[in-house]
Nanobody
């Protein structure tokens, strides 16, 4: 069973940056698509970004395009989410998720993902 562990969350001022990490118990190339999702209090979970197994395809929600960058290092079994120019509305619990799919396009639909981490809190506040 694939296990995912997020880290890197914390408190940051508006305009600041954070890098989230998602460490997987296995991240064999050609197997898993990885997505980042977030859920703010009182709101539904939303897709933030996704990356295909070989990094050939990435996907971003409109709300984070140009500010967030997703990447992966399969040798380290880790996927990263670099978050720049953070805004208060980015405050949420961030989750990484995985699904088998190889080179398929990384959807931001949460129902397509089978494995989930426990989440890491990101708070953007002055």
């Amino acid at each position: 069973q694939l296990q995912l562990v997020e880290s890197g969350g914390g408190l940051v001022q508006p305009g600041g940056s954070l890098r989230l990490s998602c460490a997987a118990s296995e991240l064999t190339s050609d197997y898993y698509v990885i997505g980042w999702f977030r859920q703010a209090p009182g709101k539904e979970r939303e897709g933030v970004s996704g990356i295909s197994s070989s990094s050939s395809s990435t996907n971003y929600a409109d709300s984070v395009k140009g500010r967030f960058t997703i990447s992966r290092d399969n040798a380290k079994k880790t996927v990263y989410l670099q978050m720049n120019s953070l805004k208060p509305e980015d405050t949420a619990i961030y989750y990484c998720a995985a699904r088998l799919g190889g080179i398929s396009f990384p959807s931001l639909a949460s129902y397509e993902y089978d494995y989930w981490g426990q989440g890491t809190q990101v708070t953007v506040s002055s």
